[in-house]
């Protein structure tokens, strides 16, 4: 059993020292401190250390333990004031008497020379690192604070033992004393001085020195350069006296630039990097801005996200809190130039470095460099292959404007109406479209802005007058711009101002677009537009002919519906967002025909328009989906919510007027075998139900179901006199019958 395997005796060791008296604790220790000075293989000193380990694991949860008489026990244990550890006994002076031999043959010669020395304490340190463990371990879960004065007392003449502790010849003694001086270096002590601050920083450097040379990730040393160069970070980010001189600035760049390549060492290397830049420490030569020029380019070609963004934030902090004067523009042409990098990950963390930069710079600097960093993004929100590039971008363009000062934005604003109004570049208008959806977005309701909009319509028609695919983005830029003005409330959508009926008219065409985005744009538009316009206004402008209105005629209205019509038929499964907008606008327009005088206007016009003949025009798209695609019912769905919409607005009369059209296609689906549609049409029928009289429904329900009955009766007779009277065409029949049910059975077993 598992109970049964391994040793129990280090967890027996950690519940002793969970639950041991303070006075107790130098008996618990001492016999392996004296074990341990008899043994010398590795072996069996790391099974004293392990030891040591648990025992100090067991003191840290003992709630009886006091702090300040665990700081006398280290004491007396790092200074080998208490009897532990060291063999003390003396050995035996008496000189032994050598029995002279009584053979011819004489005794072989024993070696001579100077003997090798045995150290009476080569054990000794594993105990010292013992005391230092539990220091650390105090230090490190708030057992001992800076706040309180007997601590900080009790803690001084620690700093002087752990720095001679450094220039050990153990390397876990030295990684231990650097851990514990992580923790002391932000305690108020007195003895903390100048001096002493500057003498810990030459011993780290002295170790950095020392074994910072090794690249294998692992093993003791590895550690000690790390712990080493995370007190380094704590020296000069949080130690106000750490004076670094120009020759340990350039050590420390001289690691950085090294450290970061490296995998294992490249988080401590960022933290030493930001914190010299955090105390702006400067060198006499151009070391530090070279570090940050590789920072950048680390930052776009490294494959690592967390070091990317590493590099990013420290070039932040340089712009940040130096003043780099006409360093500037060469960092800022740096990123610019990495838009063009050939890997996505690369222009991705160029758009963002700038985004960043940006934000740092501030708008007195920024404006002297906003054409430049506005020419640079702006031709890769429409050239660059990747929409998540492209999204950054737009971003920094938006950060871009929301930092500079109104007149740079002005400026730049007419640099972009300048490509909009290009007659013959299709490329510069699109670009043009791109970055007014930005300036829309980022600075509406801005009142420069709201100067530009007539002359936005004006281009507009231009830009959506053209249905060919290879100037799709356009189009659907185009609209997605008019799209944003509305939102923005720059721009009523029933506005009657100059160019609107003609950017309306496009929008219409647009509708068949061949681009399932423009269709759904340009119908979300007329939707905008019809929800804006009440069905009496537009009756008046049909009336009256109105001049600068769009819908003034039946024949609009008329191929609206025939267009919106058309749009439904082409919806998929896919299209939802586009099928619900297709519903809602020809509900708006059956709500133009539900007003009074519409019908007497429409009658005296060539293209009449009635409320049954828009519904009947609807039914035959679901009629049709019944016959290609009978197991697919998103049409259906779709038509017969716009049945339940309209019949909720129309009067009794109305309603009456198309129940012949209507119930037929939904008795089909109550009866029929897609589980979705039976409730969904059964519940369509309640609500026709209620909008009629009862007496009524039930009569034209009755009528329909008996037709429905007899027309099925006469297919079934049909079927069997032409067993009769064209065998030869029934065998066919009976063959390809046979035939898909052989092929339906196979699909299941594939399945």
């Given amino acids: 059993v598992m109970e049964a395997r391994g040793s129990k005796c280090y967890d027996m060791l950690q519940i002793m020292a969970k639950f041991i008296s303070n006075d107790q604790v130098f008996n618990l220790a001492k016999p392996f401190a004296d074990k341990a000075s008899e043994l010398s293989t590795f072996k069996n000193l790391q099974k004293i250390r392990e030891t040591f380990r648990n025992i100090v694991l067991g003191l840290l949860d003992n709630k009886d333990l006091e702090a300040v008489k665990c700081l006398v026990f280290i004491y007396g244990i790092v200074m080998d004031k208490l009897d532990i550890g060291v063999n003390r006994k003396e050995k035996n002076t008496l000189k032994k008497n050598e029995n002279l031999s009584i053979f011819i043959v004489p005794v072989a010669p024993k070696r001579t020379g100077a003997v090798a020395k045995n150290s009476k304490s080569a054990s000794q340190h594993i105990v010292h690192e013992f005391g230092l463990n539990l220091l650390y371990f105090l230090l490190k879960r708030g057992s001992l604070l800076a706040n309180e004065e007997l601590h900080c007392e009790r803690l001084e003449p620690f700093i002087d033992i752990l720095i001679g502790s450094l220039t050990s010849s153990h390397v876990s003694l030295i990684t231990t004393a650097v851990r514990c001086l992580f923790w002391l270096v932000k305690f108020p002590l007195r003895s903390l001085d100048d001096a002493k601050v500057m003498e810990i920083t030459n011993k780290v450097f002295d170790l950095l020195n020392k074994f910072g040379g090794g690249t294998d990730g692992k093993g003791e040393n590895h550690d000690l350069v790390i712990i080493a160069s995370k007190l380094l970070v704590i020296l000069i980010r949080d130690v106000e006296l750490t004076k670094l001189d120009q020759n340990h600035l350039k050590t420390i760049l001289t690691y950085v630039t090294n450290d970061v390549l490296d995998p294992f060492k490249a988080t401590t290397a960022f933290g030493l990097l ?38 990013r934030s420290t070039v932040m902090s340089y712009v940040k809190n130096y003043n780099i004067k006409k360093k500037l523009p060469k960092v800022l042409d740096l990123f610019c130039a990495q838009l063009d990098y050939e890997h996505e990950f690369g222009r991705l963390s160029a758009a963002e470095g700038l985004k960043g930069l940006i934000g740092v710079i501030g708008t007195d600097k920024m404006d002297g460099q906003a054409s430049f960093v506005f020419i640079s993004l702006a031709p890769h929100i429409v050239n660059d292959d990747s929409s998540a590039c492209r999204k950054a971008v737009a971003s920094t363009l938006s950060s871009l404007l929301k930092t500079v000062s109104p007149g740079v934005v002005e400026k730049l604003l007419n640099s972009t109406m300048t490509w909009f109004k290009s007659p013959d570049n299709p490329g510069h208008i699109q670009l043009a479209c791109n970055l007014l959806t930005i300036y829309v977005d980022t ?26 695919d290879t100037e799709d983005h356009l189009t659907i830029q185009s609209l997605t711009l008019l799209s944003r003005v509305f939102q923005h409330k720059l721009l009523e959508p029933g506005a009657t101002r100059e160019h609107m009926a003609h950017v309306w008219s496009c929008i219409h065409t647009c509708l068949l677009h061949s681009h399932s985005w423009a269709r759904l744009l340009s119908a979300q538009l007329l939707g ?40 439904l038929s082409l919806v998929t499964d896919e299209d939802s967002e586009l099928g619900t907008q297709i519903v809602k606008n020809i509900v708006a327009l059956i709500k ?142 009976k063959i390809r019958m046979n035939e898909s049910k052989k092929r339906i059975k196979k699909a299941k077993f594939q399945k």
């Avoid at 105390?279 to 996200?305: A, F, G, P, W, Y």
């Avoid at 600075?443 to 060919?468: M, Q, R, Y």
């Avoid at 537009?529 to 769009?550: A, D, M, Y």
């Fill in 528 to 567: 905008l537009h019809l929800s804006n316009v009440t069905p009496e206004k537009i009756l008046s402008q049909c009336q009256k002919n109105t001049k600068g209105s769009w819908i003034k005629t039946v024949g609009t209205v008329k191929s609206l519906v025939l267009d919106s019509i058309e749009q």
């Fill in 274 to 311: 930001t914190a010299i830049l955090n105390r702006r420490l400067e060198t006499d030569t151009t070391e530090l801005h070279d570090v940050m020029i590789k920072m950048i380019e680390l930052s776009i070609q490294s494959t690592n996200v967390q070091t990317r963004q590493a590099a």
């Fill in 592 to 733: 133009i025909t539900l007003v009074k005088e519409w019908d007497a206007l429409s009658e005296g016009s060539d293209d009449q328009v009635t409320f049954s003949w828009i519904v009947r025009k609807v039914m035959r798209v679901a009629n049709q989906e019944l016959v290609t695609s009978p197991s697919t019912p998103t049409k259906r769905l779709l038509v017969f919510n716009l049945i339940a919409a309209a019949c909720l607005g129309a009067e009794q009369c109305r309603v009456e007027s198309i129940l012949r059209l209507v119930i037929p296609s939904l008795h089909r689906a109550v009866v029929g075998p897609v589980a979705e549609l039976k409730t969904h049409c059964q519940e369509v029928l309640d609500l026709i139900k209620s909008r009629v009289e009862d007496e009524h429904f039930n009569e034209v329900y009755m009528e329909i179901q008996l037709s429905l009955s007899k027309q099925k009766g006469e297919r079934a007779q049909s079927k069997k006199q032409n067993l009769i009277k064209n065998p030869e065409a029934a065998a066919k029949r």
């Fill in 443 to 468: 600075l509406a309701p801005a009142s420069f802005l709201a100067s530009k909009v007539d002359s936005i319509l004006a281009g507009l028609p231009n830009c959506l007058s053209s249905n060919s």
